[in-house]
């Protein structure tokens, strides 16, 4: 794992060590009831939020509420380096202890010195700030339910009243700061999408396209989390296949053939399609790894190379 | 269990920012109440999170479920909460009737002096089930008053004066129409138990029981059915309510399971052992005692992305005494009966089969 670079297995996967900033791509998360893939989109926020002080999010929740997302990206920011561990517990709730990072122990003055500095990093990914500065749009949607009528044309009636939400706030932010912002889309999770349409996969298609279409014009990403493993037993055109179809990048994640073990928690196969090499045609380039979630950061490795 | 402990985690128990002594702090701000089942609830880290779901699959042959489901609301009971029940039964009030009544503590005296004679032989390979034990006996010391999980005589009925003391909703799944009528139904209960950040006063249970089962009034409506589990969801999340649905994945088309399952927080499955399984009783210690098996397929993950990963996710369901409900790891049994023998038996096998490799 390369950390002096702070870049790891899977931003390397995502071709981010290649362009400072995030070319127009539509990422796809497929994961399983046995393996949740909600870590990667968790690294994607962070990322998204960290770029350089100019990226916008804006972020679709149907599946958890803000609080949970907020928890989980303030232990994610505490990873600073790579062998530091989480200090969050100290930060918040006692001052009058001695402090011990990453194995060093030093008193309170020195600690709050030092939290000064490292304040400056944590803040870059605290969410409540964040949604302040306007750099981060939470759209919760744990309530949508499409269809409250009973008729057919009201299932598209919300998700274009969702869609034109989107479409203001995004609007809103390329206007007002200068446009070098690049903006984010991501949505979690598509099938709970679904279930608020009531099953209506199609409507829920055309509202993935018109946020594509947005993303793109304006340069931004997509990022959708779906569940494979629902499509399975399905013949036919499965709405995710059409999401394969659009996405740049796709991430599985799926359990170890052995099941889930203490040290690896799953492993990710990551297809991107637009890396070209050096032949000058582009080819899809498979990696694949295994990865073990902490709440400070995942570590990515290679089958068999983690010491 | 967690994956990852840091070295200096916090001490829980110094800062009690939770009182009651029906609910446990948990890590990352969470809060656990208990399933009723003593062993269950140290299997997931403390019990069921505050705000979470919890589903167990049916099996169709054996109704384990409802061993779950009847601790789950006992204890609820014991502890003065309200409770929410729903069942597709035409009279679910009278599920009431069967609920187990929690034992005594001079019974679990008992309870504990007879472990205490068993100590006195040890047998090797079964020494996992012994691990915990210091613990719980500790625990059943200090917990005098009020505990927060108790142990459940399933044999003898709940006592009535705690059935009218508090709050009980009972809706029959059976001859309501429409889902609405049944939402509405939940987020009034819901709404009372609404979250706050003056810590936890009181915490309601909803118990739905063989939700979208054929009897259900409406199993062909598998849309509206997940729609509805996802407003649960949404309110529960925002109330200190803890909902477990059964439901039997059979009767689901395969797509729907899934989506069912990925809706659940923490899911768990039951199944039945065949009665006169050779084969299995062979493989298996104690299975003359085992009703069931509980799998553990997904740990509620609140506030964190660390999946829980457990040293086994398949528990035996054990009655000690024909009364209590017990969970245990399955232990390998040893080749033959008798321990002693079983080293001489395996050394011939391995013996043999290197003479018939020799022979082929």
Sequence with gaps: MDRSSNLNLLDEAFGFENQARVSPRVLLIEDCVETSGAFVLHHLIKRALSLDGSGVLLFVALAQPFSHYERILRKLMYNIGGNSKSVEQNVIHSYSMVYRVGGFTFSYPLASELLMVLDVHWSGCNLVTQRDNNRLFFLDMLKLVCPDGDEKHNIEGGLVELYGKIQKTVEVSALSEDSRNCITIMIDDISLMEVAANGSSNHVLDFLHYCYTLTSELGGSLVTLNHEDIYSSTLGPTPILHMEYIADIIIKAEPLATGLATDVHGQLTVVNKGIIVEHGSPRNRIRNFHFKVKENGIEYFYPGSQT | ?360
């Design chain 2, 1 to 360: 269990m967690a994956a990852t402990k840091s070295s200096f985690s916090r001490n829980i128990s110094s800062t009690p920012l939770v009182q009651n002594p029906s609910l446990k702090q948990g890590s990352n701000g969470t809060v656990f109440v208990s399933s009723g089942i003593p062993d269950l609830d140290k299997i997931l880290g403390g019990g069921f999170p505050l705000g979470s779901i919890v589903m167990v699959m049916e099996d169709a042959e054996a109704p384990h479920h409802m061993l779950l489901l009847r601790n789950f609301m006992s204890q609820g009971l014991v502890h003065n909460q309200p409770l929410f029940y729903a069942s597709p039964s035409r009279e679910p009030r009278a599920f009431l009737g069967t609920l187990p009544s929690p034992i005594s503590s001079k019974d679990n005296k008992g309870l504990d002096s007879d472990s205490e004679q068993e100590k006195g032989l040890r047998i090797a390979w079964q020494y996992k089930k012994y691990f915990g034990e210091h613990q719980q006996n500790f625990e059943n010391h200090k917990g005098n008053k009020q505990e927060y999980c108790n142990d459940f005589d399933l044999r003898k009925p709940l006592e009535r004066q705690l059935l009218s003391k508090q709050r009980i909703d009972c809706v029959s799944t059976q001859d309501s129409p429409n889902l609405t009528h049944f939402r509405d139904r939940c987020s009034t209960f819901l709404a009372q138990l609404r979250r706050n950040d003056d810590g936890v006063a009181c915490v309601g249970r909803i118990a739905i029981q063989s939700f979208c089962a054929p009897q259900c009034g409406y199993s062909d409506m598998e849309w509206e059915v997940l729609s509805f589990i996802r407003s649960l969801k949404s309110m529960i999340q925002s109330s200190n309510a803890v909902a477990i649905i059964t439901f039997p994945p059979s009767v689901l088309s395969p797509s729907f399971s899934k989506r069912w399952q990925h809706l659940a927080d923490t899911l768990l499955s039951v199944k039945a052992i065949p009665d006169e399984d050779k084969e299995l009783a062979k493989l298996l210690t104690g299975y003359q005692d085992m009703i069931g098996l509980l799998h553990v397929h997904k740990v509620a993950r609140i506030n964190t992305q660390v999946p829980v990963i457990l040293e086994a996710t398949t528990y035996s369901i054990k009655l000690q005494k024909r009364k209590s409900l017990v969970l245990e790891r399955l232990n390998q049994a040893p080749v033959d009966g008798s321990s002693g023998s079983s080293y001489a038996k395996s050394a011939s096998c391995s013996g043999s089969s290197k003479g018939g490799s020799l022979d082929f």
